[in-house]
């Protein structure tokens, strides 16, 4: 009978973390509806299967420091769409995926600055990127990927 309590309980601390996690993110989105002019003419949040892809570009890039990215090699795009990236600031923001047309985001930087120092906008077509650190400059570059 102990452990079928203590399989309850911990069920519901999942559960709860869960729930927790969800309204973290959903007051955030809020927070950024709200402080980012126009957002809904000009922005949408990323779905569960662009947040899939955009996770899995993430995580073939390499960092120095938490929100410092470490670049290989320059490579210089012409962006269209892009998802926008927090790379610093509550676990909650760093989850959340914005898209929109890149130079929209570039126009609005002093919005997105307010959210997180550094920013990280990837190509709709998950190869290339721009990275803005927290001085503002851009370097753009994309995933080389060698086999």
């Not at 950024?32 to 662009?50: G, L, P, W």
């Not at 610093?88 to 997105?112: C, F, Q, R, T, V």
């Not at 990837?122 to 990127?129: K, S």
């Amino acid at each position: 009978m102990d452990n079928d309590m203590k399989t309850l309980l911990e069920q519901k601390k999942l559960q709860l973390g869960i729930k927790q996690e969800k309204a973290e993110i959903q007051h955030e989105k809020e927070n950024i509806i709200q402080n980012v002019v126009h957002f809904s003419q000009k922005y949408r949040f990323a779905d569960e299967v662009e947040e899939i892809k955009i996770q899995s570009f993430i995580s073939k890039l390499n960092f120095l420091s938490p929100g410092q990215l470490y670049i290989k090699e320059n490579c210089a795009h012409f962006h269209g769409n892009v998802y926008l990236c927090f790379l610093m600031g509550s676990h909650a923001l760093l989850k959340i995926y914005i898209y929109g047309k890149y130079h929209d985001i570039i126009n609005d930087y002093d919005e997105w600055e307010f959210f997180s120092s550094c920013l990280l906008l990837v190509d709709e077509d998950f190869t290339h990127f721009a990275y803005i650190n927290d001085g503002g400059q851009i370097t753009e570059s994309q995933i080389f990927d060698f086999g």
